[in-house]
């Protein structure tokens, strides 16, 4: 695996923020980022460079390759609660990466300064967080994509339009506008999601996870795993890192 962690978000983020991570390479290798139904901001630093990039949310796999001396730190924020913060709808920044300063402005320049002068990836980290404002409640959509979050096996989307108190129509509309995909393939994304996780903890051992993660049965998990992996489970386990 890379040489990846995760740092628990301050209090003050808690609600839109998932985590923050980070990636430092003593060699080259290959980095295979998977969607996750979340957006991220960015910052590396690679031979004194620095940047800051905002990431929206992915339909595809991407292979990132990874330098000797690189570093990464990002910050991963929930389903549908990044709009505020990045400031910028959902759908306009759909499998795009683009320069932060694009969205901030000067802001952006003065937190990749910051950032920069950093000496440690946790001071980095509570320099990111101190520029993210807390997000303000969750709104009936909010919450209902949070229920999909933890739920992701058993989703109904007509169960998950009451959560919110919405029509499909109103649900489907606001969910592509806080998200940047539809309900539909949210709901897949995050069920990839949970299948991801199980297969990575069961090193192998695959029996039964497709009825456990609510796939229809083994070929419509083993499908759907590649369309997001792009490598069936046995293959990302041989080869992920």
């Known amino acids: 695996m890379a040489p ?4 628990a978000p301050p209090t003050h983020l ?7 991570w980070i990636i430092e390479a003593d060699e080259s290798f290959r980095h295979r980022v998977l969607p996750d139904g979340c957006a991220d901001i960015i910052f590396a630093r690679d031979s004194g460079k620095a940047s800051l990039t905002a990431v929206g949310t992915m339909t595809q796999f991407a292979d990132v390759q990874m ?59 509570e320099v990111l967080g101190r520029a993210l404002r807390p997000a303000a409640s969750r709104t009936p959509l909010q919450r209902a994509l949070a229920w999909m979050e933890a739920n992701p096996a058993c989703v109904s989307l007509d169960n998950v339009c009451c959560r ?26 995050l069920r990839f999601r949970k299948a991801l996780a199980q297969v990575q903890a069961e090193a192998g051992e695959h029996a ?29 386990v041989r080869t992920a890192r």
């Open 4 to 7: 990846y962690r995760e740092l």
């Open 14 to 20: 808690a609600e839109s923020v998932e985590c923050f």
């Open 67 to 125: 330098l000797p001396g690189q570093f990464s730190l990002g910050v991963r924020f929930r389903p549908g609660m990044w709009t505020e913060h990045l400031g910028v709808p959902g759908p306009e920044i759909t499998d795009v990466l683009l320069p932060l300063e694009s969205l901030w402005g000067a802001r952006a320049r003065a937190l990749q300064e910051q950032m920069a002068d950093c000496v440690s990836p946790q001071q980095c980290a």
């Open 164 to 189: 919110a108190g919405l029509s499909p129509r109103q649900f489907r509309r606001i969910c592509l506008q806080q998200t940047g995909i539809s309900p539909k393939l949210l709901a897949r994304v």
């Open 208 to 236: 039964g996870l497709a009825t456990d993660c609510g796939y229809f049965d083994q070929s419509h998990f083993i499908a759907e795993f590649e369309r997001f992996a792009g490598q069936t489970p046995s293959a990302y």
